[in-house]
């Protein structure tokens, strides 16, 4: 069964910088672009990084993608109060037929 | 401005159903597919269904944790996804979601809640 792991959670305090990685396999990951989504606590999951590195419209600049080979990252810099959220990195699967969510990271500002 | 809303959900004993609705306005409904996403209470985000537009032939996908018990559908005249969720089980606890497409989810609502529980 297909996953992208992602570590339980970062922490760092305001101006730092944190990074989450998220691991997959050659049916997600690595043949296919990855997502970031923010999920702020009681709300909806939104789209961060789309395909790999690219911010959407709205997406401040200090938060990043990066894509290689199996593997996926986001990085935050310049860390404020208000990114405290999950964040869950995703990706099309080829075994499931859908998207596929990493297990997600929670983030939190000290 | 697109808006996703959900409904439908309750508490539920196990083995029964429920089905839930997921109202779209802002785009053009018929055109896009349309997604199911769940989130169990303190836990991850876990993708369920989708339906894909009848261009794309309305073709459907499960996930492996819910196919055979529950059916997507959609009514393109009321621009409304559906979810029916037959054979309940305590597991199936959790927030559910409807976004729009099949990948990337962009657009998501704001979620109905199932309790399965006796």
């Known amino acids: 069964q297909s996953v992208l792991s992602q570590p339980p959670s970062e922490s760092g305090t305001p101006g730092q910088r944190v990074t989450i990685s998220c691991s997959g396999s050659n049916s997600n990951i690595g043949s296919k672009n990855v997502y970031w989504y923010q999920q702020l606590p009681g709300t909806a999951p939104k789209v961060l990084i789309q395909r790999n590195d690219q911010r959407p419209s709205g997406v401040p600049e200090r938060f990043s993608g990066s894509k290689s080979g199996t593997s996926a990252a986001l990085a935050i810099s310049g860390l404020r109060s208000e990114d405290e959220a999950d964040y869950y990195c995703a990706a099309w699967d080829d075994s499931l037929s859908g998207p596929l969510f990493g297990t997600g990271t929670k983030v939190t500002v000290l | 401005e697109v808006q996703v809303v959900e409904s439908g959900g309750g508490l539920e004993q196990p083995g029964r159903s429920l089905r839930l609705s997921c109202a779209a306005s802002?785009?053009?409904?018929?055109?896009?597919?349309m997604s199911w996403v769940r989130q169990a209470p303190g836990k991850g985000l876990e993708w369920i269904s989708l339906i894909r537009s009848r261009p794309y032939g309305g073709t459907t996908e499960y996930a492996a944790s819910v196919r055979g018990r529950f059916t997507i559908s959609r009514d393109d005249s009321k621009s409304i996804a559906y979810l029916q969720m037959n054979s309940l089980k305590t597991e199936d606890t959790a927030v559910y979601y409807c976004a729009t497409g099949a990948w990337p989810l962009e657009d998501w609502g704001q979620g109905t809640l199932v309790t399965v529980s006796s």
């Open positions: 802002g785009f053009n409904f018929h055109v896009f597919a």
